[in-house]
């Protein structure tokens, strides 16, 4: 039996349990959270977690050959102007984070706002019984379900592309997606140029009907990925 290879852990990963456990969403208005400087395709081997990101955890970091610093506290707030490494600023300490190949992630007021989070754990401390928040959190689904008709030849390939753009993930369970084989119409005007048929008629073709559940923060990405794999000029989806 052939092993099936596992793919690399990347900052993609880490900002995807980061948002199960403080969604971004739950932060306050104000607030700076979420991925705020490397790449999400890096691979992931190393984590830190520090309250302030300084030039002292930078160096600790850099020798601990870490890829990535969880930071309670942002490190950037205001609009940056200018990207110099300076010691002496927030904004150079980021940046000479990122010239290392280091991410930054915060999760601040999302994580104070997640149940069993900072102030959760707090209340806890303090003895407090029956808590509860001073204000309402903004909700909202944090996921939807993308739905997407490919030629039956074409349903493995976007289907890669997709989980691979960060869909198709259920708990611990990844690939995840629902296939139901139909019948699809198209008329094709003069300004068309179809893959399948001609323009000028009504044509009926083979499809599969594929389902994927999506992060909404992952939204544009899985769509930019059905448009790069998906073989028709202009994919349903």
């Not at 980021?94 to 104070?112: K, Q």
């Not at 707090?122 to 808590?131: P, R």
């Not at 119409?185 to 003069?190: D, V």
Request: glycine share 8%; proline share 6%; net charge neutral.
């Amino acid at each position: 039996m052939a092993k099936l290879k596992r793919r690399s852990v990347t900052v993609r990963d880490l900002c995807d349990v980061m948002e199960l456990i403080a969604p971004c969403r739950a932060a306050a208005s104000w607030d700076n959270v979420g991925l705020l400087a490397g790449d999400p395709v890096r691979k992931l081997d190393r984590v830190m977690l520090t309250i302030d990101f300084t030039p002292d955890v930078l160096e600790e970091a850099r020798r601990a050959r870490v890829s990535a610093v969880v930071s309670y506290h942002p490190p950037l707030f205001r609009p940056v102007k200018r990207w110099v490494a300076d010691p002496t600023t927030q904004e150079g300490v980021v940046a000479e984070a990122m010239a290392c190949g280091i991410s930054i992630y915060s999760p601040h007021t999302a994580l104070d706002s997640a149940v069993g989070g900072t102030n959760d754990v707090l209340a806890a401390i303090a003895g407090l019984k029956d808590v509860g928040p001073f204000e309402a959190v903004a909700g909202g689904p944090v996921e939807c379900k993308l739905v997407v008709f490919v030629p039956p030849g074409d349903v493995d390939r976007v289907a890669d592309a997709v989980f691979d753009a960060g869909a198709g993930r259920i708990g611990a369970y990844e690939k995840c997606s629902y296939r139901l084989r139909g019948e699809g119409t198209f008329f094709g005007t003069e300004a068309t140029d179809p893959v399948v048929g001609r323009r000028g008629r009504l044509e009926r073709v083979d499809e599969m009907r594929l389902e994927v559940i999506v992060p909404k923060n992952r939204i544009n990405d899985v769509a930019a990925a059905v448009r790069r794999a998906h073989s028709y000029e202009e994919p349903a989806f």
